[in-house]
Every structure is written in structure tokens, then in C-alpha cells.
């Protein structure tokens, strides 16, 4: 989703100009065409049946970014259309639209940025909802970072997202739009301490608004306080890192609260030169399709292994567990408030290679299952195919 935590602004980001392809005076642009997944998907809707339907597939997304102006002060571009084709299930083709346009400026101690997001999508909203359902997810964000000293800086911001679903998109009998479209209005602030020029520490609160079009015993309120750390990529441990706490309080006294522990990280540890190890963690909530379930708790974590290879290649290994633990409506004689629950097991190789200075490819195979409280939910299945990336 394009929802997002607008605090991320505080951490470092990589100036685009550094890898155009071509400039135009103070215009950078990367034209570049990605070839995904040219392969099987040996369960092509994720049923839990003998003979699960099998087809070859491939996504083309051709990727168009352009950069504007200074970096004091630049607005940035980035178009991907996603061709996604299936040999013979025709149902499942489709055309994904991705857009998002910021800027940002710098003007001595003071920088505002603004963005745009705009997604018109086919694809799978989570494995929770096997239905590819046509949705559009807008969002504008706004905000202002300071800065007091060369290491310490505040920012505020703010943040409109809206989700709505085809009024025809329908998973397990759920009309999706009826449960599902919703609007959100976050603001927030957060502080910044830059301890080493690789090291940032961070400490973000956000508090959000959540309205449904149609489901309004789902509206909720949130307020969200989290510490954590962005490492450069330089840096023996690099990546982001997160945790923190939640109040999650529906304004409908039949729909549970959740007052937890949130988080995510994504950091990689330099083993050896070549060799690398990754970890990535996430908790958080998320509203389901299911009435009498409103919403979920997302536990997730996962491992991978690189290893650079001579002539450009690489290897890795990964493998991931994910579980939603559900919060259903607490009822007058009965105030248990957990629901079912679904694990998903996702596991994959791949190898790749650098082909020259603009082309990369990479084969990849992965495995997926599901296990669900609902027999009918689980699944598994087998992907691969080969991805190419060419940068004109």
C-alpha cells in the first residue's frame, strides 16, 4: 500500500542524479524497461485443490524517472507501467499504473518536501486477499525538516491516503469497496540525531485518522511512538530499524483495542566482502475484509544470505514467515476477543548476473504456503522465471 510512515524523510536518501542515464542541461533522466517474472506459477489463485491451475506468465514495465533541478531544490519523477500477461488465463492480465512526483528544497537551516502517489493496480493487496481486485491508492504528504545543529534536526508532517476498490471486485463473498474503502489523515513529528556519518538515530510519533466509506464500525483513531536507527550503506551493518508502541482504538466499542509493540527493520550485515546477511522484521495492524474479524495483528520476519560470485554474479537465499493473528468483534456474552489465525511460508533462490554496465538478469524460484484455522484458506504453491532489467 502507499501507505507510509512520513518520519522516513529524516533518513538519508541517495541522490538519483548519481545514476542517470542521460542529462539535459539540469534535467536527469533513467528511461529503463524491466522484464519480470518470465516463467510458471504453478498456482495461479492460490487454491487448495488437487490439481491447482498452472500457466506461464510474465510482467513487461517499462520505468520512466526524471529528476529536476538542483539538489538544493528538485522535483523528482517516477512513472512504471505494469504489462502483466498470463498465456491462458485471460481473467488475470492486466495494466498497473505507478506514479509519484515530490519535491524538496533546501533553504539554509529549513527543507519542505511535498509527494504524490498515485496507484491504479490489478495486483494481489496482501496474502490475505487472493483476488487480483482493481484498487487506486492515492496520497499527498507535506512536511518541513529543521535543522538546529549539523546533527540534529526535527521535522513535522502530514499525510492524506485514500483506497477504493472497483465497486464490482468481489473475495469470499465480501464486497471489497463495501469493507475496505477508507481514507486516512496522519500528522506527526519526529527528531533526528546524526551520531557518526553513518549512523542516524531516530524518534518519529504519528497520530492517524482512519475513516470507511461504507464499513464505519471500523474507524479508528491511532497514535503511534517509535525510536530507531538509519545505518548508511557504507556501513558494516547498514539498512533501518524501528520499534516502538501503538494505541489502535476503533471508535466502535464492539471492535477490540490493540495497545502493542510495532516495528519494522530491514539491515544487511557484511559477513565478508563478498558475502552478506540480511534480516527484515515487521509488526503491525492491518484492517481485513472479514466483518466479523475487522482487523489484523501482521507478525512477520525473515533471513537471506548473498554471496557475490565472480564476473558479476551473485547467489542468495531467503526465507520468510509471516502470521495474522485476528481480532474479532467482541459480543455481549462472550468478550474473547482473538480470531483465527494464518502463517504463510515464503522461501526463494535466486541467481543473478551483471551483463555489462546496463543489463542485469536474474532466474528465480520461490515457494509459498499457507496454513489457516480455515482449512479452505490454505495453499502452496511454486514460482520461477527469469527477470531482466535493461537501463537504456
Do not use: C
Request: proline share 4%; charged share 20%; no cysteine.
Amino acid at each position: 500500500m502507499l501507505e507510509t510512515n512520513g518520519g522516513t524523510a529524516l533518513a538519508q536518501a541517495v541522490d538519483p542524479r548519481t545514476s542517470a542515464r542521460l542529462r539535459l542541461g539540469s534535467v536527469y533522466v533513467t528511461p529503463t524497461l524491466e522484464v519480470r517474472n518470465i516463467g510458471v506459477d504453478t498456482n495461479v489463485y492460490n487454491q487448495n485443490v488437487e490439481e491447482p491451475v498452472k500457466d506461464f506468465v510474465l510482467t513487461a514495465v517499462p520505468i520512466f524517472e526524471a529528476v529536476i533541478g538542483p539538489p538544493a531544490a528538485g522535483l523528482s519523477i517516477r512513472s512504471e507501467t505494469q504489462l502483466v500477461y498470463f498465456a491462458n488465463q485471460v481473467s488475470e492480465r492486466s495494466v498497473n499504473e505507478l506514479l509519484t512526483v515530490s519535491a524538496r528544497g533546501r533553504f539554509g537551516r529549513v527543507s519542505p518536501s511535498a509527494s504524490l502517489d498515485y496507484m491504479n493496480t490489478r495486483e494481489r493487496l496482501s496474502f490475505e486477499i487472493d483476488a487480483r481486485a482493481r484498487h487506486v491508492e492515492s496520497r499527498g504528504a507535506a512536511g518541513v525538516s529543521f535543522a538546529f545543529t549539523p546533527k540534529v534536526s526535527a521535522d513535522v508532517h502530514s499525510e492524506v491516503w485514500q483506497m477504493k476498490f472497483n465497486g464490482d471486485e468481489v473475495f469470499d463473498n465480501y464486497g471489497l469497496a463495501a469493507q475496505l474503502n477508507r481514507k486516512s489523515l496522519a500528522v506527526g513529528g519526529g527528531m533526528s540525531y546524526r551520531a557518526t556519518p553513518l549512523t542516524t538515530f531516530l524518534v518519529l510519533s504519528d497520530i492517524s485518522r482512519i475513516r470507511f466509506d461504507e464499513a464505519s464500525f471500523r474507524d479508528t483513531d491511532t497514535h503511534e511512538t517509535t525510536v530507531g536507527v538509519a545505518l548508511n550503506t557504507r556501513a558494516l551493518i547498514s539498512g533501518t530499524a524501528r520499534i516502538g508502541y501503538q494505541l489502535f482504538s476503533p471508535l466502535d466499542s464492539s471492535v477490540p483495542e490493540f495497545n502493542g509493540v510495532v516495528g519494522a527493520a530491514s539491515v544487511s550485515y557484511r559477513l565478508r566482502p563478498s558475502t552478506s546477511i540480511g534480516f527484515t522484521f515487521d509488526r503491525r495492524t492491518d484492517f481485513s475484509y472479514i466483518i466479523v474479524e475487522p482487523y489484523y495483528v501482521l507478525k512477520s520476519y525473515g533471513v537471506s544470505v548473498r554471496r557475490q560470485l565472480p564476473d558479476q554474479w551473485f547467489v542468495e537465499l531467503k526465507a520468510a514467515r509471516t502470521a495474522h493473528n485476528y481480532l474479532r468483534l467482541l459480543r455481549p456474552d462472550d468478550d474473547t476477543k482473538e480470531g483465527h489465525e494464518e502463517r504463510l511460508f515464503d522461501s526463494g533462490f535466486s541467481l543473478g548476473s551483471a551483463v555489462g554496465t546496463r543489463t542485469r538478469m536474474t532466474f528465480d524460484v520461490g515457494y509459498l504456503n499457507r496454513n489457516s484455522d480455515f482449512d479452505e484458506r490454505g495453499y502452496s504453491g511454486l514460482r520461477f522465471g527469469l527477470s531482466m532489467v535493461y537501463s537504456f
